[in-house]
């Protein structure tokens, strides 16, 4: 199994970025997939997450109206767009996909917001 995050980077203040998670070794079109992130001295936190129909998504209040996730089941991929971004949203993303009882999560990407 692997997840393999991509497009993290340095951003300034107000601008955008289009992560990717790229997933294999299972069957992703019946995972829920969702983007967790974590702060330095911040626990992780669950920024957004998608039914594995696509049918349903959820947001973190702090990045609903910024964020949006999706996902294109054929080619077994999930994407987060994060715009309006704050210095706030500066964090390694992770990706995550559960179908009880398993989970699996990715090996981050680093996303920093500044100036």
């Known amino acids: 199994v692997q997840l393999v995050e991509s497009g993290g980077g340095l951003v300034q203040p107000g601008g955008s970025l289009r992560l990717s998670c790229a997933a294999s070794g299972f069957t992703f079109s019946s995972y829920t997939m969702s983007w967790y992130r974590q702060a330095p001295g911040k626990e992780r936190e669950l920024v957004a997450e998608?039914?594995?129909?696509?049918?349903?998504?959820n947001y973190a209040d702090s990045v609903k109206g910024r964020f949006t996730i999706s996902r294109d089941n054929a080619m077994n991929t999930v994407y987060l767009q994060m715009n309006s971004l704050k210095p706030e949203d500066t964090a390694v993303y992770y990706c995550h996909a559960r179908r009880f009882p398993r989970m699996y999560w990715g090996q981050g990407t680093q996303v920093t917001v500044s100036s």
């Open positions: 998608i039914t594995s129909a696509g049918g349903s998504r």
